[in-house]
């Protein structure tokens, strides 16, 4: 393995998730596209909107550990070095980040003009 090239690395990604690695790419070039569209249409970022955006964040990291554990077959018992806990982590935080991207995008494309209120004004 002298060289590091992309295809490598879409060919492990797509032996690893199947069928499966495809309309993950689609849905994160989707999210990343409609969190665009929210941010430049609302040019902020609503706050409540966020917070619940986070919250199910935190849902989404589970769900992605919980898929990782499916897909191989394992349990956190099953985990040995380092490398093991460090990447359970990392499928955790993108897994989180991308359900906040996704339901901050979601709530803001199907949320009504003038309907967010700041406290205190």
């Known amino acids: 393995m002298q060289d590091f090239e992309i295809w ?13 690695i495809w309309p993950i790419a689609a849905l994160c070039v989707a999210a ?25 964040g935190l849902l989404g990291g589970l769900a992605a550990v919980a898929a990782m554990f499916a897909i191989t077959s394992s349990w956190p018992g099953d985990m040995g070095g380092p490398i093991d806990w460090l990447l359970a982590i990392g499928i955790f935080v993108a897994g989180g980040l991308g359900t906040a991207i996704g339901a901050y995008a979601v709530a803001g494309l199907f949320a009504r003009r003038g309907t967010v209120t700041t406290p205190g004004v």
């Open 8 to 20: 490598m690395f879409i060919a492990v990604f797509q032996e690893m998730l199947g069928w499966a």
């Open 32 to 56: 990343t596209l409609a969190l665009g569209m929210v941010l430049l249409r609302d040019r902020r970022l609503v706050a409540p909107r966020l917070l619940r955006a986070e919250l199910l």
